[in-house]
C-alpha cells in the first residue's frame, strides 16, 4: 500500500517543518505549501515535496488538489506574532483568516475529510495560576486569537455542511530544536525568547530585554508555558487516527509554566553565559499567565510531552544555534521530491 499523501501548509516554517518530517518518520508521503514569505527552503524536510505558492490562491490550491487526493490537511501557514497583531491586525483578520477559508474550502470541493488547524492558546484570557482546560471561555487576548477562533469556528460549519473532521490544536510557547540539531528555529527578524536568549550567549546581541516586570505573579514577569516543537509535532500525528471517527479541540502544553526571569535564569545556566537583560515597559496583549492543561489529550490518546522540561528545550535550540550560527542559511536547501508542482 503506497504511503498515505498529506498536505502540509507553512510547511517551510518552523514549527510546519518539524511537522513535516515526523510524518514522513510515521511514514506519510508529504507535500508541503509555503511562500517562503517567512519560512526557508532549506528547512522542508528531505523526501518532503515543497510547493511554492500562496495558500489563499485558489487556483493553485485547485491544482495540488486534483493532482492529489490527500489524506489529511495541516494548516500551519500564516503570521504568528501576538504583539504585531496588537499593532496591525488586518494581516491577521483578513490575511490568516482569508487563507484558512480558501483552503478549507479547496478540501469541501475535493472531498479531503480530515483536517488539522494548528491554532493558540491565545484564544483564552490568562486564568491565574490554574491551567487552561478546552472548557474555559474563548476570549481571544489578540487579532492573532481572534483569527484562529474564527478558524475554529470555521471548521465546526465545515464539519456540518461538508463533513469534514477537524482538530484544533491550541499550544502557546513553541520553542527548543531537533535533538540531532539540524532543524531549529530561524526568523528574522527574531521575537521569541528563547532564541533571543541564545542570540545574546551567543555575543549577537548585547542584552535581552524583559517586556515588564510588574506583573501579578511571583517574580513579577509573565508566565507562559514553553512545549518542546518536536513534542508539538508528536500531538499533530496522534490526532490524524481520531480524525476518522470525530473532530477533536484539545490544549497541548505541558501544564507547568516558566516566568520569563526563570527561562533567563535557565539559558545562563545551560549555556554556561551570563547573558544581560534589562526590563522594558509591557507589551501590549500579554497576559500575566498563560498555562495549558494537556489532561484531555492525555486521557483521549496517550500523548504526552517528552522533551518538554526547560533544559532539554534549550539545550536542543543552543546546539542548533552553535552547528547552525546563520540559521538555515549556513546550509543549502535540501532537494524537493520529484514531479511537484512549482
Known amino acids: 500500500m503506497p504511503p498515505l499523501p498529506v498536505l502540509v501548509t507553512g510547511g517551510a516554517g518552523y514549527i510546519g517543518s518539524h511537522v513535516a518530517r515526523a510524518l514522513l518518520e510515521a511514514g506519510f508521503a508529504v507535500t508541503v505549501l509555503d511562500?517562503?514569505?517567512?519560512?526557508?527552503?532549506?528547512?522542508?524536510?528531505?523526501?518532503?515535496?515543497?510547493?511554492?505558492?500562496?495558500?489563499?490562491?485558489?487556483?493553485?490550491?485547485?491544482?495540488?488538489?486534483?493532482?492529489?487526493?490527500?489524506?489529511?490537511?495541516?494548516?500551519?501557514?500564516?503570521?504568528?506574532?501576538?504583539g504585531e497583531s496588537m499593532r496591525d491586525p488586518f494581516p491577521y483578520l483578513e490575511g490568516n483568516t482569508t487563507g484558512g477559508i480558501r483552503l478549507i474550502r479547496a478540501c469541501a470541493?475535493?472531498?479531503?475529510?480530515?483536517?488539522?488547524?494548528?491554532?493558540?492558546?491565545?484564544?483564552?484570557?490568562?486564568?491565574?495560576?490554574?491551567?487552561?482546560?478546552?472548557?474555559?471561555?474563548?476570549?481571544?487576548?489578540?487579532?492573532?486569537?481572534?483569527?484562529?477562533?474564527?478558524?475554529?469556528?470555521?471548521?465546526?460549519?465545515?464539519?456540518?455542511?461538508?463533513?469534514?473532521?477537524?482538530?484544533?490544536?491550541?499550544?502557546?510557547?513553541?520553542?527548543?530544536?531537533?535533538?540531532?540539531?539540524?532543524m531549529g528555529?530561524?526568523?528574522?527578524?527574531?521575537?521569541?525568547?528563547i532564541p533571543i536568549l541564545l542570540e545574546v550567549a551567543a555575543g549577537r546581541r548585547r542584552a535581552v530585554e524583559i517586556f515588564g516586570d510588574d506583573f501579578p505573579t511571583a517574580d513579577g514577569t509573565c508566565i507562559r508555558d514553553y512545549i518542546h516543537v518536536c513534542d508539538v509535532a508528536g500531538a499533530h500525528l496522534r490526532v490524524l487516527d481520531l480524525l476518522d471517527r470525530r473532530s477533536c479541540r484539545y490544549n497541548v502544553g505541558t501544564g507547568t509554566g516558566h516566568s520569563v526571569r526563570?527561562?533567563?535564569?535557565?539559558?545562563?545556566?545551560?549555556?554556561?553565559?551570563?547573558?544581560?537583560?534589562?526590563?522594558?515597559?509591557?507589551?501590549?496583549?500579554?497576559?500575566?499567565?498563560?498555562?495549558?492543561d494537556p489532561g484531555l489529550m492525555v486521557r483521549d490518546l496517550g500523548w504526552s510531552p517528552r522533551l518538554s522540561d526547560l533544559d532539554t528545550i534549550i539545550a536542543t535550540a543552543w546546539n542548533w544555534r552553535r552547528r547552525h550560527p546563520e540559521g538555515y542559511a549556513s546550509r543549502a536547501p535540501r532537494a524537493a521530491a520529484a514531479g511537484t508542482l512549482s
Not at 523526501?47 to 489524506?71: K, P, S, W, Y
Not at 526568523?187 to 521569541?192: G, L, Q, V, Y
Open 109 to 182: 470541493r475535493h472531498g479531503v475529510t480530515r483536517f488539522v488547524l494548528s491554532s493558540t492558546m491565545n484564544l483564552f484570557e490568562a486564568a491565574g495560576d490554574d491551567p487552561i482546560g478546552e472548557a474555559a471561555p474563548i476570549r481571544p487576548a489578540s487579532p492573532y486569537g481572534e483569527g484562529k477562533a474564527f478558524l475554529e469556528r470555521s471548521l465546526a460549519w465545515a464539519e456540518a455542511a461538508a463533513g469534514i473532521r477537524s482538530a484544533c490544536l491550541r499550544y502557546g510557547n513553541v520553542a527548543g530544536a531537533h535533538p540531532d540539531g539540524d
Open 185 to 193: 528555529e530561524d526568523h528574522a527578524p527574531e521575537t521569541h525568547l
Open 262 to 292: 526563570s527561562v533567563l535564569e535557565t539559558a545562563r545556566r545551560v549555556t554556561g553565559h551570563p547573558i544581560p537583560a534589562r526590563i522594558s515597559p509591557r507589551r501590549p496583549g500579554d497576559p500575566p499567565s498563560l498555562v495549558a
Open 35 to 82: 511562500d517562503l514569505s517567512q519560512g526557508h527552503a532549506a528547512a522542508v524536510p528531505g523526501g518532503a515535496g515543497l510547493v511554492i505558492g500562496d495558500v489563499a490562491d485558489e487556483a493553485l490550491l485547485d491544482r495540488l488538489f486534483t493532482r492529489c487526493r490527500f489524506h489529511a490537511v495541516m494548516h500551519l501557514a500564516g503570521r504568528s506574532l501576538v
